[in-house]
Structure formats: structure tokens, C-alpha cells
């Protein structure tokens, strides 16, 4: 294996907003035993929603420092500003790591990520184990790519000449030209017509053999996840994508901004502000923590689209700036000031 000549191997985990990597991610942590792993984490906006989550985990193996997140956008734009010093970053540590696990934001395109690793800086240090692309279940089963499409339906209906160009399915199809296992998370929320309808969606977009390996709450054995030993670096150029030869590609299609309020009273009434914001506001993604008056614990809330889940993930820091930071991710043009209206009210 690639390991056994020194180089620590990476995995890959790419996947849509909202899909789950880093229920996965967490999940993964918790089940690692005694491997040391270390995670970089590709944020969508410039708040470290999904480093928090993942740092409340708690593992021993998987101390704070060993999480670093990149949040000067995507990680398949800023390899050589970014990802390269993060690699170095994560090399140093002591004692050494035996994993590295990559959450690239949903709008990476996994390719010129993998690229990276033929790089000669990196190439004698890394090696890619296997890429992995978390799909959303249920929005597959109802023929969507991601959980709140209906902004791009709209625009998809109204604009014939879209249907080719339409970036998310296009992001969509990279990563599933690019896995070497999907998991199609939410599975506990599909009959068996459904998740029969969702794998189907899947094998349409697949170029070639992949398991599909469904999943709830982020629950998978690791023996499936890592260990591939597949030096998918080797092997990236023969797996084509839309994107080939332009990965010059921008990120305008999508507005991210962060509301700040002030402590909340009602956790469930929060959730139905949230909702009432997706619905009414075409949010596809809302994510972030609320200070709950009284309590000591923080209060976790992620959204996707109109289904909103929130949670009490850890008590506050001694000195941590408590408050409620939300960071709300749409398609270009959000009403940022009916959003703050409607979560303020």
C-alpha cells in the first residue's frame, strides 16, 4: 500500500451542500479506534461552522490542532495558497498522523484537488487513499442533485438553453466522475422505491463501476472509507469531467453572508424563523450556533433548505464570545435584508 513507502494517505470527501460530509466526517472520528487523523475542512464563507463541529467531537486521536480549516474559498481555486502550507501544516505535527481526511466545500470540483497531489512538493509526502462523494438521498430520490432546488427548477424551466449549463449539476457530475465510493446519506428517510429511484439518479451520472453505500446519520464501518490504497493521483487523468481543461472556474452563482442576533429564548421557534427564511428566501443552506438564554450549552442549527435540525452540541468556553452567528448560503441575488427581517422577528 502507498502508506508503506512513507507517503500518509488523504481521503477525498466531496459532496453537494447539505449532503452530509461532515456528519460522515464526525461519525468517522468517533469510530477511527486508535488511528491519528488529522482534517482539513474547505468552509463555505468565512465562519468555521464545520471546524466547530467537528472539533466538539472530543477525540482523543483527533486533537483541535490536528483540524484546519481553509476558509479563503474553494479549495480546488486555492490549491498553491492554501492547501499546500495546510499539508505542511499537518505533516509537522508529532505525533505523526496515520489519515488525513479532506472536506472540500460543496462547490469543489474534485479534480484539480487531486491534481495537486502530482505536484513535486507534495507528491513524495501524500498519497490520495480514495475520493468520496456524499450524495443526498431523498433530494436524489425526488430528482434534485442537492435538497433545495427549486430556484434552479425555476430558472431551468424558464430557460431552455440552461439545462447543459447549469452549474450544480455540473459540480454534481465532477464529483461523481471523480469517487471511488459514494455514500448516499439520509437513507433512513427512503422506502425501498425511493432509495431504488435514488441509486438510479447515481448510475445515470456514473462513467464507471462504483459502490453506492447507503447511509443515516453519517453511520458507515471506516474498514469501507479508508484504506482503499488506490493512489487515485495515479489514476485522476482518465477520469473525465465536464470541467477538463478549464478549471478556471468561478463561484458567482452563489451569495454566502453571516447574521448575527442576539441570544435566543426558543430553540424550536429559531427553527421556524429558519424555515420560514428557506421557504419564503430561496435559502439552500443555513448553518451556524445560537446562545440560548440561561442555558450553558451552545446551540447548534443547520439547515438544508426547509429542514432544519438543531441541537445542543457543547457547553460555552470559558472566555468564548457567546451570541447566534448564521452563515445563510443561496443562489445569487438572496434578499439578505428580508432573510435578517424574517430571523430577527
Known sequence: MSVSAGRTPCTVVTGFLGAGKTTLLRSMLEKSGTKRIAIIVNEFGDVGIDGE???????ENCPDENIIELANG?????????????LDQILALEPKVDHILIETSGLALPKPLIQAFQWPAIKNRVTVDGVVAVVDGPALADGRVASDMDALQAQRAADESLDHDDPVEEVFDDQIACADLIVLSKSDLLDPEALQRAEGRIADHLPRAVKIVPSAHGQIDPAVFLGLGLAVE?????????????????HDDFDTFIVELPAITDPDALATKVAKAAEK???LRLKGFAEVSGKPMRLLVQAVGPRVAHYFDRPWKAGETRGTRLVVIGLKGLDRGAIEEILAA
Do not use: Q
Open 53 to 59: 463541529i467537528l472539533k466538539s467531537c472530543g477525540v
Open 74 to 86: 474553494c479549495i480546488c481555486c486555492t490549491v498553491a495558497d492554501d492547501f499546500a502550507p495546510a
Open 234 to 250: 495515479d489514476d485522476i487523468e482518465n477520469r473525465k469531467t465536464g470541467h477538463d481543461g478549464h478549471f478556471d472556474h468561478e
Open 281 to 283: 428566501e430561496n435559502v
